[in-house]
């Protein structure tokens, strides 16, 4: 599976990019804008109550930088690189070069992952860290964290895959992405921890994929995982990059066979 | 301006005819544009699930207030996307040499070129957010209330305007792409939550460096009836035009130095 050719595609891209490292700064710039707008938020809401759906003040600003910190690592455009080469026939191309068309994606779009992560997420923490109250995990946490990132990283990835490729079966599916976007901001936790919702809403997102990508690393760094909880949070993630993983396989399997290039 | 205004409705036409050509790019915009709304309308519902008041603002007049601030940030949204590419496409590309040899005013061709109708249409959710939360609050509106509302959401647009053409003219400086645009602009969060969030500084430079605060918070609390912020919602067209023209002062003096990107 870990073909050299795959390494060499991730390594390829993060070189790309990184002729373009100064541009990541006003990145870094407007996460910082959104992480005070929703801390100065959220202190509001919380006016000197201890806990709301769970987190206490301190936590709640440390899930939120975290959480946009988090999403510099694993936010992709793979859906509109996907539906743009269906779109102009580039994926004609691909198909007759000797790898699979979904891994080669998925390795440079994890290249472009590792660049945001040095160069944007990192450097972004450490200004969220000067800037607000954020406060750090203890040392235990971080090998775990760090896994449920990298695990986020590929159920958000294979998300975008799916709606990426609907581009095979819909005349347009630009609506999709864009609501796609606004739904795993929404529902994976990004704005608002998923224990803030009512029982009923909890229960139908606990079926979802979304909670993979955001909801449930950042609840392990801002120290609402424990020991058991934690081990099944990481089993959640792992069984959703396998079931995703399985519907992209089927679905790249059944828009090969439809696939009709123009032109010769 | 009788002309202007005629020729910004043809503009408009042409617009809206073009994109009802292509169905599915409107329909896609419109869905985007819906389901970011939706996502912020959840995002206050839950909170309030959790607590009766922010600040002593309750649910329906927060629900209020982000009504007005579609309108106002729509109606930017649908005129701006010239200002986020002006370097790229007028200064650099040159194209303002064509928009230069037109007996008319360049600002405004430049805003009007391009128009993403879609968005103007996302604003009406704004307007529907506002009367149904306006319902529930019992506001007292009048039809005399309606001229100083479309005032004050002009007002709001003027200082949206301002502060980005001031930000796009300084294409004709420099012509390295500085980021600026896109990290102002998502200041737009800050304007609509009641100011009292914030802490002393950061109130006194949306109110004053960058008036933020007046695109939506401090004009939707004149139909709130807050009699505490009501000079500042009534000072709303006076900002506006007060940024909007040093956006121009900017844009002309910028215009001064274009010399053109042929030899």
């Not at chain 1, 000797?98 to 992952?113: F, I, Q, T």
């Not at chain 1, 058991?228 to 396989?249: C, D, E, N, T």
């Not at chain 2, 009501?230 to 506006?240: C, I, K, N, Q």
């Amino acid at each position: 599976m870990l073909h050299p050719a795959y390494v060499e595609l991730a390594r390829s891209r993060f070189l790309t990019l990184l002729a373009y490292r100064e541009n990541f700064w006003t990145g870094i710039a407007v996460y910082i804008v959104y992480i005070g707008a929703y801390h100065f938020l959220w202190q509001a809401i919380y006016e000197g109550r201890e806990a709301l759906g769970g987190l206490t003040p301190a936590q709640m600003t440390s899930y939120l930088a975290v959480a946009w910190m988090a999403r510099a690592f694993y936010f992709n455009h793979l859906d509109r690189e996907i539906a743009a080469e269906i779109r102009d026939g580039r994926v004609a191309i691909e198909l007759i070069r000797p790898y699979n068309y979904l891994a080669a994606k998925l390795a440079a779009a994890l290249g472009e992952g590792v660049f945001r992560l040095v160069f944007f997420a990192l450097p972004g923490m450490a200004v969220a860290c000067a800037l607000f109250p954020v406060r750090l995990p203890p040392a235990q946490v971080w090998p775990a964290f760090f896994l449920a990132l990298f695990l986020s990283y590929w159920v958000n990835a294979l998300v975008n895959v799916l709606t990426g490729l609907a581009a095979f079966f819909l005349l347009d599916n630009s609506g999709l992405m864009h609501a796609r976007r606004v739904l795993v901001d929404l529902f994976s936790g990004l704005y608002l921890p998923l224990s803030f919702y009512p029982a009923w809403a909890r229960e139908v997102l606990g079926f979802l994929p979304f909670q993979a990508i955001a909801y449930l690393p950042n609840l392990a760094f801002a120290g609402g995982l424990r020991g058991g909880a934690l081990a099944r949070a990481l089993a959640v993630q792992a069984l959703w990059i396998g079931v995703l993983a399985l519907a992209a396989a089927a679905l790249w399997r059944v828009a090969h066979r439809r696939l009709a290039v123009q032109g010769g | 301006m009788a002309g202007h205004l005629a020729l910004a409705a043809h503009y408009l036409a042409q617009h809206l005819k073009a994109r009802l050509a292509y169905r599915a790019d409107l329909w896609a915009g419109l869905v985007s544009d819906l389901a970011s709304q939706a996502a912020s309308l959840v995002f206050i519902l839950v909170v309030f699930e959790h607590v009766p008041a922010l600040k002593g603002w309750s649910r329906d007049e927060l629900i209020f207030i982000y009504g007005y601030f579609l309108v106002p940030f729509s109606i930017f949204n649908a005129t701006s996307a010239n200002l986020w590419n002006f370097a790229e496409r007028y200064v650099v590309r040159g194209e303002l040499d064509r928009v230069l040899t037109r007996p008319l005013n360049s600002l405004f061709q430049v805003l009007l070129e391009t128009v993403e109708v879609e968005s103007l249409l996302g604003g009406l959710g704004g307007v529907a957010l506002m009367a149904w939360a306006g319902r529930r609050l019992a506001l007292d509106v009048s039809w005399a209330d309606l001229p100083l509302l479309l005032a004050l959401t002009v007002g709001s647009v003027l200082v949206y305007n301002g502060i980005f053409v001031a930000l796009a003219s300084v294409a004709f400086w420099t012509d390295s792409r500085s980021g600026l645009i896109p990290l102002v602009w998502n200041l737009h969060v800050y304007g609509r939550y009641p100011v009292e969030i914030y802490d002393r500084w950061l109130r006194f430079l949306l109110t004053w460096v960058l008036p933020i605060s007046f695109t939506a918070f401090y004009p939707a609390t004149y139909l709130l009836d807050r009699a505490a912020w009501r000079s500042y919602a009534l000072a709303t067209p006076a900002v506006g035009l007060a940024v909007f023209a040093l956006g121009l002062l900017a844009w002309n003096a910028g215009l001064r130095r274009y010399r053109g990107a042929g030899w």
